[in-house]
């Protein structure tokens, strides 16, 4: 089975504060994401990379910075959080087209 | 207009009964089609997987793709109070690992016992 973990499942940050969030896979897949989710808005994709070192901006990088320094983990960087970052983040991995994702980090920015 | 576009619900049905969800889509070239179920405070989990127009059916699921309504279905038969979660469908257009998965905003269902 595909294992997707994420570094922790609940977050409470203050406003300013430099924010990782760490995901990890065991699958050697090459592909690996982060998403947050927000109750009406659905998913949108914030980063994503398809091999390490290299990562693409999605829909809302903005705030946002990614790390691919090995195949299996994938960090997502907030420089300096804000309480509109106050969301559930989801990585997920990938080989084709089918994601796996990890349970979720759910962040509150006060 | 949205590319993929769900009704968010929340949908309420009885145990037992046959639920239908459902996603439209606006873009043509869509080829593969997913659903994953997503149960509260957990990460979204790949339920049903099909490619082009037809039929798939994995136990009491049956995924249904009409491409020239550019409309899916997921049908779930005798629904039980565990299958009470969020359904997303998910969509791309060729599989291959440089494509984007475009994924509804979500359906919540609650299968009461």
């Known amino acids: 089975d595909v294992k997707v973990t994420q570094s922790s499942r609940y977050l409470v940050k203050r406003t300013g504060e430099k924010v990782f969030l760490e995901c990890v896979q065991d699958?050697?897949?090459?592909?690996m994401f982060w998403y947050r989710q927000d109750p009406g808005l659905g998913l949108r994709l914030i980063y994503f990379?398809?091999?390490?070192?290299?990562?693409e901006k999605g829909d809302i990088p903005e705030g946002y910075s990614v790390s691919r320094e090995k195949k299996e983990r994938f960090s997502l960087i907030l420089e300096s959080a804000s309480t509109n970052q106050t969301s559930m983040y989801l990585c997920?991995?990938?080989?084709?087209?089918?994601?796996?994702f990890g349970p979720g980090t759910r962040l509150t920015v006060l | 207009q949205k590319e993929v576009e769900q009704d968010p619900g929340p949908l309420s049905v009885p145990e037992g009964a046959i639920v239908s969800l459902n996603c439209t889509y606006s873009?043509?070239?869509?080829?593969?089609f997913m659903w994953y179920r997503q149960y509260s405070r957990k990460g979204p989990e790949l339920l049903m997987y099909?490619?082009?127009?037809g039929n798939k059916e994995d136990g009491r699921f049956t995924a249904q793709v009409d491409k020239s309504s550019k409309y899916i279905s997921l049908f779930i038969r005798d629904s039980q109070p565990s299958d009470s979660a969020t359904y997303l469908c998910a969509m791309i257009r060729s599989r291959t690992s440089y494509d984007k998965v475009i994924f509804g905003p979500g359906t919540s269902l609650s299968v009461i016992p």
């Open positions: 699958m050697d897949h090459e592909n």
């Open positions: 990379s398809y091999d390490v070192k290299m990562k």
């Open positions: 997920a991995s990938s080989f084709v087209s089918e994601q796996f």
């Open positions: 873009n043509s070239a869509f080829q593969y």
């Open positions: 099909t490619y082009s127009s």
